[in-house]
């Protein structure tokens, strides 16, 4: 194998030296010495920065612990903390107002107000639905799921249609529901959808036939954008509200359209208008052998070359990115919408080091650097592109960055971005970074952390579950935490929520950035989605995160309902969410005493949770998945929700909130539990019976070690099982 010539002795893992040089570097006019020679040298000069980053975190942590443990006992003074944060430097001074400059960016980030979906990399075939979840089928979202009651009548009469089964009057309900969907979007001047016998394109009018045959026009005539087949007998019309498309198609001899009285087949739903490649916590990618098959995947989306191909149904299929869709406008021109997602990739944070590549003293480098040369080198074909299958056409990359603690980390990922693309001769600022507001110190001062960034920010995104890790995990020492379920209702997630979004306001991202919510992590529960996840554009939020892409078509539907840019511009003057609120840590007041079986069920479903998601992710390198919690709800899983599960068993022990004893007790338990669960899973390793489980071992030092994790973080202790468990196998 042709080896890097590097200058200073660095070693390149030989797999990812193959990867770069026979499957990236031939498709640029990049040439490998100088591209490994360079990479030397950026490594050489940022490393150092990056572990000094991680030593303040370390330093800022253990003063904050010193303060609450030289005030055990004593009634929280928040003047007095506050003071001290701004002491310390964890709370930084806020400067003078300013605008974003971000430039050239897509209209699915700047313009638009949608869903935003995220995928594990890893993982192809799910990768390439969401890269296709752009559009999706109203009636399957509501067939498919418990929008339409799953109980009672609308559950029975299922009849066998070819090899599926079909209930007809849940049929019914569904074509019901989605026409009520076109009355309150896509009002007629008179009359229901329900009614309309057929629809045709009258020069630039939609016109609906009625029974009686009398006639109606939309109520707004501008709704009607496109049209595809005949205008006197359309296959399909799109119409379009709030920016979003949405595309009524008809067949008269199709599954559901032979059966409509208009003909209508099914209704598309313009749906996860972008989609975030996670290459973060999501995935299980422990070496460089990991690394290169996520690396390979964004490879295949940014060519659009990826493929799956698996049984579904007892069929074989293959998958591929979905071409543009085509349709003929009013005036008889070409009407183009792009037919994908627009992707964004996550990379990981400034934590962990990797062994793609090892500096000439034998240190592994970060692979936050690592991922952000890689996944920019790849998606920069993507700019080479001007037909076919595109993601950007504005020139941009657009890399979601985690876990960054703080302006001077922000600094930091944009110095490194920088340098990625002198290196890789990209026009500056070609590289877009999205800042997840999920760490406490960048919260408390994300004016300034926007300000880092404020030529390169595409979104602003509360990722609510690192956060609550990290409320935990910072003030570990102040005192035990409120249930789970408590913390939520507490002043400082509203504040945190809020202010995320006035000071969004405040810096200018309308109509440059987004202003993004966190994820629906109930992913079976899509009609508690539907009557909460409106809170989100109601917030002024342009998108919200969703774990599929059923939920991105259910929640799509909800940037119908409210037109985003219209409360952004209705709340940006309000008074500013409280700092006060924001520092106030959510323990258990000393007025309040937890019963001893809240406590125990408390325990129990995080272990359950904790447990479910440890032995897939460490036995099977699975990032990512749904674990049913004690009530038997199927809950979304990652390393985030890991690290909130984990913090607080750790504080209640660290409290005496519980003893070790019930702890593990528990864990034996709930050991049997999981593996009851997992019985039918091939290969599946049991906890209970296996003294030596390594994902149970896991697990405990989650917990037990719990404390001593760097900022409550699970990837240290994950990464190493999984390596354990990979040489095991
Ligand atoms: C705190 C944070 O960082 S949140 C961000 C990280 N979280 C995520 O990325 C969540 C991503 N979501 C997922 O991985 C999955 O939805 C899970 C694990 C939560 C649930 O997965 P499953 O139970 O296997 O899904 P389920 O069986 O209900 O559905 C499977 C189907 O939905 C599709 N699907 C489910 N989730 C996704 C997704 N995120 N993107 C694309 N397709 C998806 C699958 O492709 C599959 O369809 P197919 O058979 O046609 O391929
Ligand atoms: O990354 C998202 C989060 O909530 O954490
Ligand atoms: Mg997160």
Same mark, same amino acid.
């Not at 009469?157 to 009520?180: C, F, H, T, W």
């Not at 302006?407 to 026009?427: D, G, I, K, T, W």
């Not at 035990?480 to 405040?506: C, H, M, S, T």
């Given at each position: #194998?042709?080896?890097?010539?590097?200058? =200073?002795?660095?070693?390149?893992?030989?797999?990812?030296?193959?990867?770069?040089?026979?499957?990236?570097?031939?498709?640029?006019?990049?040439?490998?010495?100088?591209?490994?020679?360079?990479?030397?040298?950026?490594?050489?000069?940022?490393?150092?920065?990056?572990?000094?980053?991680?030593?303040?975190?370390?330093?800022?942590?253990?003063?904050?612990?010193?303060?609450?443990?030289?005030?055990?006992?004593?009634?929280? $003074?928040?003047?007095? &903390?506050?003071?001290?944060?701004?002491?310390?430097?964890?709370?930084?001074?806020?400067?003078?107002?300013?605008?974003?400059?971000?430039?050239?960016?897509?209209?699915?980030?700047?313009?638009?107000?949608?869903?935003? !979906?995220?995928?594990?990399?890893?993982?192809?075939?799910?990768?390439?639905?969401?890269?296709?979840?752009?559009?999706?089928?109203?009636?399957?979202?509501?067939?498919?799921?418990?929008?339409?009651?799953?109980?009672?009548?609308?559950?029975?009469?299922?009849?066998?249609?070819?090899?599926?089964?079909?209930?007809?009057?849940?049929? $019914?309900?569904?074509?019901?529901?989605?026409?009520?969907?076109?009355?309150?979007?896509?009002?007629?001047?008179?009359?229901?959808?329900?009614?309309?016998?057929?629809?045709?394109?009258?020069?630039?009018?939609?016109?609906?036939?009625?029974? $009686?045959?009398?006639?109606?026009?939309?109520?707004?005539?501008?709704?009607?954008?496109?049209?595809?087949?005949?205008?006197?007998?359309?296959?399909?019309?799109?119409?379009?509200?709030?920016?979003?498309?949405?595309?009524?198609?008809?067949?008269?001899?199709?599954?559901?359209? %032979?059966?409509?009285?208009?003909?209508?087949?099914?209704?598309?739903?313009?749906?996860?208008?972008?989609?975030?490649?996670?290459?973060? +916590?999501?995935?299980?990618?422990?070496?460089?052998?990991?690394?290169?098959?996520?690396?390979?995947?964004?490879?295949?989306?940014?060519?659009?070359?990826?493929?799956?191909?698996?049984?579904?149904?007892?069929?074989?299929?293959?998958?591929?990115? =979905?071409?543009?869709?085509?349709?003929?406008?009013?005036?008889?021109?070409?009407?183009?919408?792009?037919?994908?997602?627009?992707?964004?990739?996550?990379?990981?944070?400034?934590?962990?080091?990797?062994?793609? #590549?090892?500096?000439?003293?034998?240190?592994?480098?970060?692979?936050?650097? #690592?991922?952000?040369?890689?996944?920019?080198?790849?998606?920069?074909?993507?700019?080479?592109?001007?037909? *076919?299958?595109?993601?950007?056409?504005?020139?941009?990359?657009?890399?979601?960055?985690?876990?960054?603690?703080?302006?001077?980390?922000?600094?930091?990922?944009?110095?490194?971005?920088?340098?990625?693309?002198?290196?890789?001769?990209?026009?500056?600022?070609?590289?877009?970074?999205?800042?997840?507001?999920?760490?406490?110190?960048?919260?408390?001062?994300?004016?300034?952390?926007?300000?880092?960034?404020?030529?390169?920010?595409?979104?602003? =995104?509360?990722?609510?579950?690192?956060?609550?890790?990290?409320?935990?995990?910072?003030?570990?020492?102040?005192?035990?935490?409120?249930?789970?379920?408590?913390?939520?209702?507490?002043?400082?997630?509203?504040?945190?929520?809020?202010?995320?979004?006035?000071?969004?306001?405040?810096?200018?991202?309308?109509?440059?950035?987004?202003? *993004?919510?966190?994820?629906?992590?109930?992913?079976?529960?899509?009609?508690?989605?539907?009557?909460?996840?409106?809170?989100?554009?109601?917030?002024?939020?342009?998108?919200?995160?969703?774990?599929?892409?059923?939920?991105?078509?259910?929640?799509? !539907?909800?940037?119908?309902?409210?037109?985003?840019?219209?409360?952004?511009?209705?709340?940006?003057?309000?008074?500013?969410? %409280?700092?006060? +609120?924001?520092?106030?840590?959510?323990?258990?007041? +000393?007025?309040?005493?937890?019963?001893?079986?809240?406590?125990?069920?408390?325990?129990?479903?995080?272990?359950?949770?904790?447990? *479910? &998601?440890?032995?897939?992710?460490?036995?099977?390198?699975?990032?990512?998945?749904?674990?049913? +919690?004690?009530?038997?709800?199927?809950?979304?899983?990652?390393?985030?929700?890991?690290?909130?599960?984990?913090?607080?068993?750790?504080?209640?022990?660290?409290?005496?909130?519980?003893?070790?004893?019930?702890?593990?007790?528990?864990?034996?338990?709930?050991?049997?539990?999981?593996?009851?669960?997992?019985?039918?899973?091939?290969?599946?390793?049991?906890?209970?019976?296996?003294?030596?489980?390594?994902?149970?071992?896991?697990?405990?030092?989650?917990?037990?070690?719990?404390?001593?994790?760097?900022?409550?973080?699970?990837?240290?202790?994950?990464?190493?099982?999984?390596?354990?468990?990979?040489?095991?196998?």
């Amino acid at each position: #194998m042709n080896m890097p010539q590097t200058k =200073n002795n660095s070693v390149i893992h030989p797999g990812f030296c193959h990867f770069i040089n026979e499957e990236v570097l031939p498709l640029h006019a990049i040439e490998p010495t100088k591209f490994w020679r360079d990479l030397e040298q950026l490594v050489a000069d940022l490393s150092p920065i990056n572990r000094q980053l991680l030593a303040t975190r370390d330093a800022l942590q253990q003063q904050i612990d010193q303060w609450h443990l030289a005030r055990k006992g004593q009634a929280m $003074d928040i003047k007095a &903390y506050e003071a001290f944060l701004r002491d310390i430097g964890y709370l930084v001074e806020e400067g003078e107002d300013f605008t974003i400059t971000t430039a050239n960016v897509d209209a699915e980030i700047a313009h638009l107000a949608g869903p935003q !979906l995220v995928v594990p990399v890893k993982n192809a075939r799910f990768a390439l639905n969401a890269a296709n979840a752009r559009w999706g089928s109203l009636y399957d979202a509501f067939y498919g799921t418990d929008v339409i009651s799953k109980t009672g009548e609308l559950a029975t009469s299922v009849l066998v249609e070819g090899n599926r089964a079909y209930n007809p009057a849940r049929g $019914d309900a569904v074509i019901a529901k989605a026409k009520e969907f076109l009355d309150e979007v896509f009002p007629l001047e008179s009359g229901s959808h329900k009614d309309v016998t057929s629809y045709v394109v009258y020069y630039h009018h939609l016109l609906a036939f009625f029974k $009686d045959s009398h006639q109606a026009g939309l109520k707004q005539p501008s709704q009607l954008v496109a049209v595809n087949g005949q205008r006197s007998e359309p296959e399909a019309v799109l119409l379009r509200n709030n920016g979003l498309h949405v595309e009524i198609q008809f067949d008269r001899n199709g599954k559901n359209g %032979s059966k409509d009285l208009a003909n209508i087949n099914d209704i598309l739903i313009e749906s996860a208008l972008s989609t975030i490649i996670d290459c973060e +916590d999501s995935v299980a990618a422990v070496d460089a052998e990991d690394k290169i098959e996520v690396y390979r995947n964004w490879l295949g989306l940014m060519q659009g070359t990826l493929e799956a191909s698996f049984d579904k149904d007892g069929q074989q299929q293959t998958r591929r990115m =979905n071409p543009d869709r085509l349709f003929t406008d009013l005036d008889n021109q070409e009407y183009r919408l792009h037919g994908r997602s627009l992707l964004l990739v996550r990379n990981v944070g400034h934590l962990m080091e990797c062994d793609l #590549m090892q500096d000439e003293l034998g240190n592994f480098v970060p692979e936050g650097i #690592m991922d952000a040369v890689v996944t920019v080198l790849i998606g920069a074909l993507d700019l080479q592109r001007n037909r *076919g299958i595109r993601n950007s056409r504005t020139g941009s990359i657009y890399v979601v960055k985690p876990k960054m603690h703080g302006p001077e980390e922000v600094a930091f990922s944009c110095e490194l971005f920088a340098r990625v693309e002198q290196m890789l001769n990209l026009p500056e600022n070609t590289i877009k970074i999205g800042i997840m507001d999920e760490e406490r110190r960048t919260t408390l001062n994300l004016k300034e952390c926007i300000r880092q960034a404020k030529s390169r920010v595409f979104f602003i =995104n509360t990722g609510f579950l690192d956060r609550t890790g990290d409320e935990i995990h910072t003030s570990m020492q102040a005192g035990p935490f409120l249930p789970k379920d408590q913390i939520k209702n507490q002043p400082w997630i509203q504040a945190y929520e809020n202010r995320n979004v006035d000071i969004g306001l405040q810096c200018g991202l309308p109509g440059k950035a987004q202003i *993004g919510k966190g994820m629906w992590a109930m992913p079976d529960e899509m009609a508690a989605m539907m009557t909460a996840k409106i809170a989100h554009p109601k917030a002024g939020a342009n998108t919200a995160w969703v774990p599929s892409p059923t939920a991105a078509t259910l929640h799509a !539907l909800h940037y119908h309902q409210v037109d985003v840019f219209e409360v952004q511009q209705r709340i940006k003057s309000r008074p500013q969410a %409280s700092l006060t +609120d924001l520092l106030t840590i959510p323990t258990i007041p +000393d007025n309040l005493t937890l019963s001893s079986q809240v406590i125990e069920r408390e325990i129990e479903n995080n272990v359950q949770g904790l447990l *479910g &998601y440890v032995v897939r992710w460490v036995e099977a390198g699975v990032g990512c998945s749904k674990v049913p +919690d004690i009530n038997n709800v199927g809950l979304m899983e990652d390393r985030a929700t890991l690290r909130i599960s984990s913090q607080h068993l750790a504080n209640w022990l660290l409290h005496g909130m519980c003893s070790k004893e019930q702890i593990d007790e528990v864990m034996q338990r709930m050991a049997r539990v999981v593996d009851e669960q997992n019985k039918a899973t091939e290969g599946y390793r049991p906890m209970s019976q296996h003294a030596k489980s390594l994902a149970f071992k896991a697990a405990q030092d989650l917990i037990f070690k719990g404390v001593i994790q760097a900022n409550g973080y699970t990837e240290p202790l994950l990464h190493a099982y999984r390596v354990k468990a990979k040489a095991a196998n």
